[in-house]
């Protein structure tokens, strides 16, 4: 799929290059650099700026990877990467819903954006399911059984009785989708990985809904239950199955729901790479032409909504940066201008067709001549 998409002749040149990089291992990551003796330490860059900015020791970094920048673990990244999942993980659930059999029975919710379960516990179609005490109770004895990750530890040392039942509520699927007739229910979760590890964010994201799926087997018996998860790599390799064999998409939408959701995630990877690069570079903010901001300046907050972020995906290509008050800014920039390579194949074009005009008018000139 990949091929498939940088194979389109809308492509920029620059973006095929970052995307052929990638491939190829050759990001300019500082573990790819201190391989070629560019860099000394393997050290994330934009971690060590982030820590000395708030004062903190640059002790234990994490490796520069290229999957290190493609995460949330990557203190200089983790906003646009976070936008970036909210925008593929919108568009994908978006067409599913509008692809999906119209005799189906299956029910999409949280369309609009995200729920955590005490949200859909307050909707009817939920409690009809089970009550919310009995749910409290199976999922109680389940989360004790979890353990308290250091993030978490500050929440539990002041409330340790009730902090188990409020994290089993605070948590958040990435979608739901729910079958009365059937008496089945969906838990959707989309995760990205590099392409080698897509069997272990398959199992990380099981992992992470496992409290939420065994207190509804034990609190609504009756029900059957299970979770879908939608792993991609940054280099669009895909599960091909869970798209084919799930939530009742319409067979005809199948190949153009599956090739659209690719193009997504490489969209949004070449933006992602552009934001690193834009970093360890120097220019961290975008190309201006004549003192202006190429396209239009738009808020984090719409980029989290993910409607603004759909949208500028299917525009362009998207360059977000950090401003000096601390706060993001995307730039959707104007249609990309036709790369010199291109210009250069179009002179050298014209120029061949003139050179053979001039000579039939040449030929012609002779045999009148000869007349």
């Known amino acids: 799929m990949l091929g498939k998409y940088l194979s389109e002749k809308q492509i920029p040149w620059k973006q095929m290059r970052r995307l052929g990089m990638e491939v190829a291992g050759n990001t300019p990551t500082a573990s790819f650099l201190i391989k070629i003796s560019k ?160 069997e272990v964010k398959d199992a990380e994201a099981n992992e992470q809904h496992k409290s939420m799926i065994g207190a509804l087997k034990a609190a609504a018996p009756e029900w059957e239950f299970q979770q879908t998860n939608f792993v991609v790599g940054n280099r669009g390799s895909v599960v091909e199955s869970v798209f084919y064999t799930k939530l009742d998409v319409q067979e005809g939408k199948k190949d153009k729901l599956f090739a659209d959701h690719v193009t997504q995630v490489c969209e949004a990877h070449n933006q992602v790479i552009v934001f690193f690069l834009q970093q360890v570079q120097g220019g961290t903010r975008p190309q201006r032409d004549r003192g202006r901001i190429l396209g239009t300046v738009c808020t984090c907050e719409e980029i989290e909504r993910g409607t603004h972020a759909c949208r500028a995906s299917q525009l362009g290509p998207v360059e977000r940066w950090w401003t000096q008050d601390g706060k993001l800014r995307i730039a959707i920039e104007d249609p990309p201008i036709e790369s010199k390579r291109r210009t250069h194949l179009l002179y050298f074009h014209l120029l061949v067709m003139r050179s053979i005009l001039c000579l039939r008018t040449c030929l012609l000139a002779a045999c009148f001549t000869s007349l």
Not at 87 to 106: E, F, G, P, T, V
Not at 107 to 112: N, R, Y
Not at 137 to 165: H, M
């Open 39 to 198: 860099m000394q330490s393997a050290g994330c860059r934009l971690c060590r700026i982030a820590r000395e900015a708030r004062g903190e020791s640059t002790d234990g970094l994490a490796a520069e990877t290229h999957g290190h920048i493609n995460s949330a673990g990557c203190e200089g990244m983790a906003t646009i990467v976070t936008a970036d999942h909210h925008s593929i993980w919108r568009h994908l659930y978006d067409s599913m819903h509008a692809a999906h059999k119209q005799n189906s029975k299956l029910k999409f919710i949280t369309l609009d954006k995200e729920s955590n379960m005490s949200t859909l516990w307050r909707r009817e179609e939920f409690l009809r399911i089970c009550s919310k005490e009995d749910l409290t109770e199976k999922a109680q004895d389940i989360e004790v059984t979890i353990p308290v990750k250091k993030s978490q530890e500050a929440r539990y040392n002041l409330d340790p009785g009730s902090f188990f039942v409020n994290r089993f509520w605070g948590r958040r699927p990435d979608g739901v989708a729910i079958n009365e007739a059937l008496n089945i229910g969906y838990i959707l979760e989309s995760k990205q990985s590099t392409d080698r590890f897509l």
